[in-house]
């Protein structure tokens, strides 16, 4: 009886602010995810007052394009922001007809390996991406198709690396909560179950670190041509062998410590 009156309550916690689900559990990382993507989600009104007011105005024969592109950015800054948040309140979309069988262990293995081994490199992958989308964008001033359009458009894809910055801390937090809930969080055990992450975080900072020691040394290349340099071609292995190392050495500390 207890035990249904504590789900009911939880299902009522779901409705009414999904970000209090699981709060014991949450660490810094998960507040900021929260409090940020309550802030932003202010934008869904935001939205619909906007949407409503366009189509009134098209009514009318005012159609003002910069409201339509305003909808775009609005719902492009909340899109993104909801991405963290479902992370954090565990509220995304998952076929669990197998997975909600299961126990808490085997399902905690589940969701770190999904998150160390997929997720994770993913959002380290749209971060470098959009960096760069977000770099030529305000390079070249870049504004809307139309006219009449919202013009400084480099804002709203200057926020995109942030807002994946945002759904990296949620997805990194919810790895280490699961991670935790069949074993000790130890370094050995982070490198193991995130590996292709640590791999990719090292490669492309190795990557960068290469690109602007070529490019500060060597005042005549080109920089267009400077990845095409042979030592890009061994950095990802480069990368690997730095983390298997890594690796390495916390198993053996933490084999010393056991000792």
């Known amino acids: 009886m207890a035990q249904d009156a504590s789900d009911a309550v939880e299902e009522i916690i779901k409705i009414s602010d999904p970000g209090e689900v699981g709060r014991e559990e949450h660490t810094i990382l998960d507040r900021i995810v929260v409090n940020v993507s309550n802030v932003i989600a202010w934008g869904l009104p935001l939205l619909m007052a906007v949407i409503v007011a366009q189509v009134i105005l098209r009514g009318t024969g005012n159609n003002q394009a910069w409201m339509d592109d305003l909808q775009w950015w609005i719902y492009g800054f909340v899109l993104l922001a909801a991405f963290g948040y479902s992370i954090v309140t565990d509220s995304h979309v998952r076929v669990d007809v197998l997975h909600q069988h299961f126990s808490k262990e085997r399902k905690a293995r589940i969701e770190a390996t999904a998150f160390g081994w997929m997720l994770l490199p993913f959002i380290v992958m749209m971060v470098d991406i959009m960096s760069h989308y977000a770099f030529a964008s305000i390079s070249s001033r870049e504004g809307s198709d139309s006219p009449n359009g919202l013009h400084n458009l480099y804002i709203l894809k200057s926020a995109m690396p942030i807002l994946f910055v945002l759904a990296g801390l949620a997805a990194w937090a919810a790895f280490l909560r699961n991670l935790k809930r069949f074993g000790e969080d130890t370094w050995a055990r982070r490198l193991i179950w995130a590996f292709p992450t640590f791999v990719f975080i090292v490669w492309r900072l190795v990557h960068y670190v290469a690109y602007w020691f070529i490019y500060l040394t060597n005042s005549e ?21 730095a983390v298997v190392v890594w690796l390495v050495l916390a198993l053996l500390k933490r084999r010393g410590g056991n000792a």
């Open 221 to 241: 290349i080109n920089p267009r041509r400077i990845t095409r340099e042979p030592i890009f071609e061994w950095l990802l292995y480069a990368a690997f062998a």
